[in-house]
């Protein structure tokens, strides 16, 4: 058994987090980020001019940074395919930006124009309920260190090594890492259902994770 992570989202629209610094508290001394966040979060969502993009994003999944978003239709697809595996945090479109192709040739710092909404869509950040932890024969190969301050154990992993999940963990259908805390916001799919993510989301970037420690 093992799992897919979402290695990204197949764009455009992009959508940016405007207060990051803000939303992500992390450790004093070993810097690494808690994945509570601390405020809610504030997007801008960009896109090149097109009659039809807002239908074509409707119930599509988008990254924001490090956080996977959507809209109330997104919500209950993924809650239809995934019963119970995500909480949903209500964010904060601040601005929806769009750019001409034209423009993007003749002007690249300017002729943005914002979006006027009669009625704004409602959208949410996606965080998995479950975590799965590291596999132990990688963190043998990678003993983690533990910080001082905060108590966690930061494993030291190459970032040219794959992050496997534990195999004894692989009962959750959609899982985060917990052990490593850059990563933190990973999105794990199991085997067991990453076609069916893939088929329904296909703007989803899946990469599947092999069941042993291998370099990439």
Same mark, same amino acid.
């Given at each position: 058994?093992?799992?897919?992570?979402?290695?990204?989202?197949?764009?455009?629209?992009?959508?940016?987090?405007?207060?990051?610094?803000?939303?992500?508290?992390?450790?004093?001394?070993?810097?690494?980020?808690?994945?509570? +966040? &601390?405020?809610?979060?504030?997007?801008?969502?960009?896109?090149?001019?097109?009659? $039809?993009?807002?239908?074509?994003?409707?119930?599509?999944?988008?990254?924001?940074?490090?956080?996977?978003?959507?809209?109330?239709?997104? $919500?209950?697809?993924?809650?239809?395919?995934?019963?119970?595996?995500?909480?949903?945090?209500?964010?904060?479109?601040?601005?929806?930006?769009? @750019?001409?192709? +034209?423009?993007?040739?003749?002007?690249?710092?300017?002729?943005?124009? %914002?979006?006027?909404?009669?009625?704004?869509?409602?959208?949410?950040?996606?965080? #998995?309920?479950?975590?799965?932890?590291?596999?132990?024969?990688?963190?043998?190969?990678? #003993?983690?260190? @533990?910080?001082?301050?905060?108590?966690? &154990? *930061?494993?030291?992993?190459?970032?040219?090594?794959?992050?496997?999940?534990?195999?004894? %963990? $692989?009962?959750?259908?959609?899982?985060? +890492?917990?052990?490593?805390?850059?990563?933190?916001?990973?999105?794990?799919?199991?085997? &067991?259902?990453?076609?069916?993510? &893939? @088929?329904?989301? #296909?703007?989803?970037?899946?990469? @599947? +994770?092999? $069941?042993?420690?291998?370099? *990439?």
């Amino acid at each position: 058994m093992t799992y897919y992570r979402m290695r990204d989202i197949k764009t455009p629209p992009f959508a940016y987090v405007l207060n990051k610094e803000e939303v992500i508290h992390a450790c004093s001394l070993c810097k690494m980020p808690f994945q509570e +966040l &601390e405020r809610r979060l504030k997007v801008e969502i960009c896109t090149t001019e097109s009659a $039809s993009w807002e239908e074509r994003i409707a119930g599509r999944p988008m990254m924001a940074d490090h956080w996977l978003i959507g809209d109330e239709r997104f $919500s209950l697809v993924l809650e239809d395919l995934l019963p119970g595996q995500f909480l949903h945090t209500e964010i904060d479109i601040v601005s929806w930006l769009t @750019r001409t192709p +034209l423009s993007m040739m003749t002007d690249p710092g300017g002729l943005l124009k %914002e979006r006027k909404h009669r009625r704004p869509p409602q959208y949410f950040y996606f965080k #998995p309920k479950h975590h799965v932890g590291l596999d132990p024969k990688l963190l043998e190969t990678f #003993p983690p260190i @533990r910080c001082t301050e905060c108590r966690r &154990e *930061i494993p030291e992993i190459p970032f040219d090594f794959q992050p496997i999940p534990d195999p004894e %963990e $692989s009962g959750f259908r959609a899982a985060a +890492l917990k052990d490593l805390y850059l990563e933190g916001f990973d999105y794990l799919f199991h085997e &067991e259902v990453a076609s069916q993510v &893939e @088929r329904i989301f #296909p703007e989803m970037i899946l990469e @599947r +994770l092999v $069941s042993e420690p291998m370099i *990439i």
